[in-house]
């Protein structure tokens, strides 16, 4: 069974950057991490990933056309089994309020702690185990 992690930002040097430091566990095969551009790109691919392998969402907030927030009410409706953390360059306690209320599991602020967002995915491999 293969196990996804879904990021979404349009920042291209964001799959960089992730690929970097889940190297290891994308080599090892302990899940696949799979990137989309938009918030719209995201909710498709949401609903396609339809079984439950989809673990994890990370989404920016800030994006064009439909933003994160906008997102994550809709991803959350649709995939009530997917927890959703945002991640934004803005973690003022509003952005937060607004964030948490919307449904979103947690809430990162860029530089993103990779130490803690494995902690994270172990937690959620370990559920989905």
Known sequence: MSVYIMV???????????RQQFRRDLRAG?????FVSSAPLALQRA???ADATLILILSDINMPGMSGLEMLP?????RPDV????ITAYG???TRRKA???GAADLLTKPIDFA????EIDTRLERAA
């Open 30 to 34: 302990r899940f696949l991490m799979e």
């Open 83 to 86: 927890p959703v953390i945002m």
């Open 116 to 119: 803690a967002l494995r902690q």
């Open 100 to 102: 948490l209320e919307k």
């Open 74 to 78: 809709i991803v959350r409706s649709a």
């Open 92 to 94: 003022d306690a509003e």
């Open 8 to 18: 979404v930002d349009d920042e291209p040097d964001v799959e960089a950057l992730f």
């Open 47 to 49: 609903a396609e990933i």
